[in-house]
């Protein structure tokens, strides 16, 4: 194993540990992550929910998913804002922290994918931060600069729903992460294919 890693984060948990050592060998997984969060500063704001779904040769792996809710409810009370979606949520509950710990084992050292996923990892990195974990290690691939690279733009921004109008996306009722990880999922291998990614 390399010294830094032998070195580094001896405080840090065994899953943590884990994990730091998926990187020898690169992966031919993708994970497609969508994040509901309470706002846009990762550092006052906190994330409810996880939506992840697995790419492998270009097939979306419609049975390995990961997806929970992280019922802040101290968090969003103090801030004012209703909790009702998290109540009603079908998906698995978790506290933040084991929902971090569930999502790292899954994810490994696949590489994200997401709509501004460098949010997400932000997010995620200030968790990792308050349980003595590092940053994470994984390669990420963003959806809008993607298709910005796709088509030599530089100077505006898409939404979600409107990269899905671009490429004849089919609308879902989006009820939960996991379906905008899974419309989010198809958007990337359309992408892909046309940008030549291997």
Partial sequence: MIDWLKNSNKNSPEFWKEYLTKFENKSNRYVVLCTETSGLNPKKDVILS?????????SIRIGDVFEVTIPQYKYLHDNGISSDFLLESEQPKMSEWQ??????????????????????VEMINEVLEKMACGRLKNEALDLEIMHK???????????????????????????????????????????KSRLNII
């Fill in 50 to 58: 996880f939506g992840a779904v697995s790419i492998i040769e270009d």
């Fill in 99 to 120: 929902a971090m710990e569930k999502f790292i084992e899954y994810i490994g050292n696949s590489t994200l994918v997401g709509h501004r996923i460098n949010f997400d």
């Fill in 149 to 191: 690279k796709l088509n030599d733009i530089n100077n505006a921004n898409f939404t979600i729903e409107q990269l899905g109008t671009l490429y004849k996306i089919p609308k879902t009722e989006r009820v939960s992460t996991t379906d905008d990880a899974y419309t989010l999922a198809i958007l990337f291998l359309k992408l």
